[in-house]
């Protein structure tokens, strides 16, 4: 370490004199300022695990066959004015006469201004006990501040004994809920007999107690009450009695917050924040999943709801929301320019290609873990819709499969991993390609643990590659899955998606979205009927309820509307058909009628069903918009299929998919519980069925 030629401000907190506890003064005349860290001296260093002081003890408590971590080896000493050579030295404690098996021990001198010493056990062990030693580093001739002594401790348990503590405190509690919620999950371990003990609480509301399950170190609570309370600062800590070998403690932190037993998980483009095609190392046909950072990067969770607030105008998007209730996802009715690029809280239909890749299949993976006191859920997803074709005259897109399933059974803090698909960039021909799928898969692990497949709503586009349409994944068994009907007819991006629900549970629906011809781009399918295709919103059975509208055809030179794309929070109500389907493109052309929404979706473009947004229209003298004559004729959200070409422009990409997750009870005792396609699903709990009156659009 390079000597000191000025004064320092000396803090307890980075440097040790002996004990700890002396003055700067004093042991600046005692000729040393000490400094003892374990794991290394940079206290922002990613080993770096707290400072020393002498007569302290350091215990290593792990399993045999672990190697003993970084964090873990090193004991860093070092002098400020160094005057003679420092050396680390250890003698046996308790009797012991040899190190550990597969244990080995290094030293380094602190010899120079430059300089560091350095203690460090080492290895992997292979056999169980305990075993103490005493760590003395001196300087010859020194003052008493610069000889330390410590002792340090290698406490060795049989494989798997070590308590894996990998629960999380949840971050909400929901109220008016008789039974125990967990609030955090105990560790996990091998060794037999385990108890524990709670201790240390602080920060629950008055009348709120934490409670500890001695045989698993579950934490949780009794009844909540009514009380609707902020998330605020909790802790506790949890300790596992380990018998002959200890204890081993864990403190626990987080924010938690109380509230109704009503509540959503939503992800797709309404809550992205960035373009997915800029972060490869979570995109396409990867295993890796979201981290903690790039999940925030990448989506703002806040946002539950996966539908528009619904259009004053006759043939605008349906939503299963009343028109001037303060739910769903909003934006400015007028064109803004803003809302082009993504942001946050923006459904679509984008006139960018922020939202779609160029790749086949493409989707973004990540975990949804159960809130704390959910025990079943109700799930809707839908793929993203297929590309259309900019050279002259090719078709639009086909749409993506819906499917959603209800009373999916689950524990609080289990982990599903989800799949959101991402539309295809169009290309210049209908060609073999596809878009990516949607779906929830439960997992009993970080890694692909089981194969349980709730929800598929597959990308659309050429089905005959969907024989492996999960990007890496194999195709599901299909044994305990309900299919929908096949679409595939055109060998291409032209055929529509479908769609595929778990058996294993409660009611459930899987619709095919539509396929594209005569070149406009194709509706996504809906909660009870098939996307449209051929112009139309799909008036005759079963493709009525809740499937997206169709473009129209209409322009010879710039290009062909894309089709409509279906909503997440319910079928909804209104619509051409009463049942939340959309208006086909053909169905809106009076210029005094035409629905302004964020982006160029005019007359022509197909209608969203269930609050799904319209697709892009193509049509002059609307082209001043960015890019809709050159390939941005895009579907709408969630699947629409891209709109067809003109002989000058045209082209459009698919409808990014998206998936809501559903749990609770509403109704004015909450004690309804809620199923898609409409029993309160929507943000508001009060709305039964959007065709009551209490939800009359």
Known sequence: MARIRRKLKITGDEYNFGGGASSSSAAAAAGGFVKIAKGNMDRNHADFDGFL????????TQDIGDAIPTKDQYIYFDNAFETQTGSFSYEFLNGATALPAGISFSQNNDTADTDIGQARFTGTPSVVGKTSFKIKA?????SDAEQVELTYVLNFFPADYTPVWSGQLANQVLWKSSDPQTIYVGPTTSAPGVSYTLSNISGFPAGITPLINAATGDVYIGSTGLSMISASAHAFTVTADLGEYGTIAKNVTGNIEYGGFFGAAYFGPGNSKTNPSSSAVVVGNLASHLTATQYNTLWNSSIRSGALRRRWADAASTSPYKMDGDYGLTYNENWDASLNQGTTGHLGPKSSSNTN??????????FWTVPSGVTSFCVVATGAG????????NNGGGGGGTAWVNDVTCTPGEIFEVAVGVGQQSKSTNVTNWSGSTWLRRVTAVDYGANEWIVIGYGGGHQN???SPLSGRSNPDTTNLQLSTSTYQYNASKDGGIAAASLNYGTRGTNSGGNAVAYPGAGAGGYAGEGADSNNS?????AGGGGGGSGAYHSSTYGNSAGGGVGLDGQGGGGHDGDGSGWGGNLNTSSTNREVDGSASYSYAGGGGSGGSRGCWGQNPHNSHTGIQNRYINGGMHGGGGGGAGTSYGGGAGGMGGIRIIWGFGGEDFDQARAFPSTYTTQDPLIADSKNPEGTL
């Not at 297929?386 to 005259?393: D, E, K, Q, R, V």
């Not at 799909?538 to 079963?542: G, H, K, M, Q, V």
């Open 465 to 467: 590659s969907h024989v």
């Open 538 to 542: 799909s008036y005759n059975a079963p």
């Open 357 to 366: 890749v160029a790749s086949n299949g493409w989707h973004i993976k990540f």
């Open 386 to 393: 297929a590309h259309g074709a900019y050279t002259w005259a």
């Open 138 to 142: 001196t300087y010859p001739f020194g």
């Open 53 to 60: 002081s002498n007569g302290d003890t350091v215990t290593i």
